[in-house]
């Protein structure tokens, strides 16, 4: 019987025929062949939420060929991707290959295997079953109400919010939280304290710390001496007691191991120990679990790394503890093997955790294998894994409370300590330093009750005040939405690139900092669309939808009943005026647009005429802060911007700044907020000739930016001195991609923006040379690129350092890296799914167009050409979320 397997990824298919043998066929599928066309009517409300589907590129092609193999084969078997996204592929696929009436009488076969191994593979096949359409319903629900969501709601932001880009259901949601955690940080007011510390000795000579804990009978907590006068006073009482052990408890504890990963902890913990963000940890997780070669043969060394549950399979966890006892001796392995359980909101995706597929390749063994980031992401899976297995930490802790009398008021002390007395777990793995911190104490002196003690010096008497909480880091988001059930583990990685990409949220020291633009999105979504960013009204959504997958709601019913309220929120603002719309975002933002002064004036008396009102003011390409008595008083300045000496401008309404005088001209120098971010432009506009502009190069801030600094900007390009080879000139500039300095047509990057003010005739001339090297010894060359291996229609794909930017290249077509994606670790997969999407939009070069002959002139016609409608841009497949 000749099978034919549907798997998403080439790679794959190559390593499943093996395991197979020659009875099977395994061809790929590039993942998702159909989605909806980014334009009104792809999901209709009106029609039953019927929804169009659109082959896309060269899917159509792969489907012809799958379609030809259909017909000759006498089984077909879905094996794609064991998660919810899998499912929708297989349900796509076949519903193509129904509609090409490809499928006759073969059976049709749904077979998951949560690991690339051939015991795996083969466990699979015995036990095929059929597409689960309750799957494929929450994928239709999820897809549907994304759609809706971010089709709807964006054109209604880009109307009355100009220079917002999207609004999404799971997107908007997590920019939310990051504002919120914003304007928690600008209300905290800081509160003093004071902390009391001793340092004791025993009759023994050996010392340790006290604090203190109580005085007059009353408890002290962290916050209760407020002052330094109560400090005072207890120090001096401590310093005029007698000091000795009222008693002393020690209490045996076990501290357990964390469960393997998920695919939402393995994110965080990546974070946290080896700083990857969660799409690269996702991209890498990607790589390990499709494999490398061993022995000839290409194997998976994780499982599936798009998981919610923690469970593992008992033959793993046998292995396991094994390799536990012979590694680390009996007593590190446990009595009974440790169950691990989550409180699955979807049990048919309660997969297996992210685990090694074979613990017996160790971490040191495959880092010869494998590059940095690939060992290090394993090396933690496998130690994640390993420990989940081992025996527990077992720790004493030991409390000690210190009586001080004599002063005239009752005071006391404690000194806590915590030690390891068998390290279990510990001795391979601790979680990351947010979960730490238990044994910090450390080992206290051996005491007894009514032992006397000696104070060695004077009691330490520390002011502090308390902080704010800290900005969100991605893997503290991951967290915190997972913890509210919003969103789906797997998108999380998306759904924080998205932030990103629309410049909605930026990294500060690791830390998630909302943008301006992000913070007029959250306050204008809170203002008239509040229900669809509430964290419980979201998390109820994704609990509908986990309900559909496990049949006990219909997907349809989910979409009316949420369609109806949505479609009437949106609806009223078709009559929202820009003064409704500034008055809410002036009442949310108030506290970070116009905080409070030092003497307790009004913050929104305008500076210049001192009887306007600042306000928000939305300009063609952003939003700025005006005053009231425009054109009158033509005071502004960017949103955000600090206040400290001038609080603006005396210049137009559209977010404009004057930064002082060119002393060379005489013209005004000016900060201005442009579609595409900050600049700075000399003079206005005369006639035609247009003024001289330069942006705002990435890493400086438009706010902090002064006169001496633009001037530098608008200078360029500057002129570094003439190549000693050619004698052409050198000149430094900062360009759309960056700092750079050029040469007779040729460009070689600099890394930063202030090295193109102070790089030397040297350093230039190194660069120059460094780049032409690059390009293979010649202007024009192309850069040679790395081989990543043969295109499935043949050919190599290659991976190129561009003057634009890194590229991918197959034939004679080129594909720019989309952001975010790391050419060092682009995989061959990955990479063919670029170049197709660039092929199919007709990247490829064209060959030249013949002239045709001239056609005699046509009679004049007296109809009217319709008018064009322009295409709606089309987002990714997961743009809306």
Not at 92 to 107: M, S, T
Not at 629 to 655: H, I, K, M, V
Request: with cysteine.
């Amino acid at each position: 019987m000749h099978s034919l397997v549907i798997v998403e990824s080439p790679a794959k298919a190559k390593t499943i025929n093996k395991y197979l043998g020659p009875d099977y066929e395994v061809v790929a599928s590039y993942g998702h062949v159909r989605d909806l066309p980014a334009k009104d009517g792809s999901v209709d409300p009106e029609d039953d939420f019927r929804m169009i589907w659109e082959v896309e590129g060269k899917a159509n092609q792969r489907l012809n060929e799958i379609a030809r193999a259909v017909k000759s084969a006498d089984r077909l078997i879905l094996a794609t991707d064991p998660d919810r996204e899998g499912e929708a592929i297989s349900w796509h696929v076949l519903e193509v290959l129904r509609a090409k009436k490809a499928i006759k009488d073969q059976p049709v076969e749904r077979v998951v295997f949560n690991a690339i191994t051939k015991q795996a593979v083969l466990d699979a096949m015995k036990r095929p079953r059929e597409i689960d359409v309750a799957l494929v319903d929450a994928y239709l629900a999820r897809r549907a109400l994304d759609y809706l969501v971010g089709f709807t709601l964006s054109p209604v932001l880009w109307r009355k919010l100009p220079g917002a880009r999207s609004a999404g259901r799971v997107q908007s949601v997590a920019l939310r939280l990051v504002c919120d955690r914003e304007m928690e940080i600008e209300r905290f007011v800081p509160r003093e304290y004071w902390s009391l510390t001793a340092k004791l000795a025993t009759p023994r000579g050996e010392e340790f710390e006290a604090r203190i804990s109580s005085a007059d009978g009353k408890k002290l907590g962290r916050l209760d001496v407020p002052d330094e006068t109560t400090a005072t006073a207890l120090k001096q009482a401590i310093e005029a007691s007698t000091l000795g052990v009222a008693s002393v408890e020690a209490k045996p504890g076990r501290r357990n191991p964390p469960p393997p990963f998920t695919t939402s902890t393995l994110q965080q913990e990546a974070s946290r120990k080896l700083g990857f963000a969660p799409n690269r940890t996702m991209q890498i997780a990607q790589r390990l679990y499709e494999g490398i070669d061993l022995g000839g043969e290409t194997v998976g060394l994780i499982t599936y790394m798009r998981t919610d549950g923690v469970d593992m399979d008992p033959g793993a966890v046998q292995a396991v503890r094994t390799l536990v006892g012979s590694d680390y001796g009996s007593r590190y392995v446990p009595e009974a093997p440790r169950k691990y359980s989550v409180k699955a909101k979807n049990a048919q995706e309660a997969h297996e955790a992210v685990r090694p597929t074979d613990p017996r390749r160790s971490p040191a063994e495959m880092a010869r294998r494998l590059d940095d980031d690939q060992a290090r992401l394993y090396e933690l899976i496998w130690k994640r894994t390993v420990a989940s297995q081992m025996e527990s930490a077992e720790v004493e802790r030991t409390t000690v409370d210190i009586s001080a009398t004599g002063a005239g008021r009752p005071i006391e002390l404690r000194a806590t300590g915590t030690v390891v007395t068998f390290d279990g777990f510990l001795k391979l793995y601790q979680e990351g330093r947010d979960d730490d911190g238990e044994d910090e104490d450390g080992r206290l002196p051996q005491m007894s009750a009514g032992e006397p003690l000696k104070r060695l010096g004077p009691v330490a008497s520390t002011q502090h005040f308390t902080e704010p909480p800290p900005r969100y880091t991605e893997a503290a988001l991951v967290k915190r939405m997972e913890e509210l059930g919003i969103g789906r583990p797997s998108t999380y990685a998306a759904t924080l690139a998205v932030l990103r990409d629309r410049d909605y949220v930026k990294l500060d020291k690791k830390r998630l900092v909302p943008d301006d633009k992000g913070r007029l999105v959250t306050a204008f979504l809170e203002s008239f669309f509040n229900r669809y960013v509430e964290y419980d009204f979201t998390a109820a959504l994704e609990e509908q939808l986990d309900k559909i997958s496990n049949h006990e709601l219909d997907w349809k019913e989910v979409l009316r009943r949420f369609w109806k309220d949505f479609i009437g929120a949106v609806d009223a603002t078709k009559e929202l005026r820009v003064a409704e719309v500034l008055d809410a975002l002036n009442e949310i933002l108030g506290p970070y647009v116009f905080p409070a002064k030092p003497d307790g004036s009004d913050p929104r008396v305008c500076p210049t005429c001192g009887t306007g009102q600042l306000s928000l003011k939305l300009g063609k390409y952003g939003s700025f802060i005006g005053c009231s008595n425009y054109p009158e008083c033509r005071f502004t300045r960017p949103l955000g911007a600090e206040l400290n000496g001038e609080e603006g401008s005396a210049t137009g309404p559209d977010g404009v700044k004057v930064l002082g005088k060119d002393p060379e001209t005489g013209l005004d120098v000016t900060l201005r907020d442009g579609r595409f971010g900050a600049y700075v432009q000399l003079g206005e506009p005369v006639e035609k000739e247009k003024p001289k502009r330069a942006t705002i190069p990435r890493g400086w801030s438009a706010a902090e930016l002064d006169l001496e600094a633009a001037l530098k900007l608008l200078s360029l390009p500057r002129l570094v001195g003439q190549h000693p080879e050619t004698g052409k000139p050198i000149e430094a500039n900062i360009g759309r991609y960056g700092p750079y300095v050029s040469h007779d047509g040729l460009y070689a990057n600099l890394e930063s923006a202030d090295e193109v003010f102070s790089v030397g005739l040297n350093r230039a001339v190194a660069a120059i040379a460094d780049k032409l090297a690059k390009r293979g010894g010649g202007r024009g060359g192309a850069p040679a690129g790395r081989t990543l291996g043969d295109h499935p229609e043949g050919g190599p794909v290659t991976v190129h350092a561009g003057r634009y930017g890194p590229y991918v290249k197959h034939g004679k077509v080129n594909a720019t890296l989309p952001k975010g994606v790391d050419p060092e670790a682009l995989t061959l997969d990955e990479a063919v799914k670029i170049v197709d999407a660039k092929a199919a939009q007709g990247g490829g070069k064209k060959p030249a167009r013949k002239l045709a002959a001239k056609a005699p002139p046509k009679k004049a016609s007296t109809k009217k050409a319709p008018a064009k409608k322009s295409a709606a841009k089309k987002p990714s497949a997961r743009a809306a979320e």
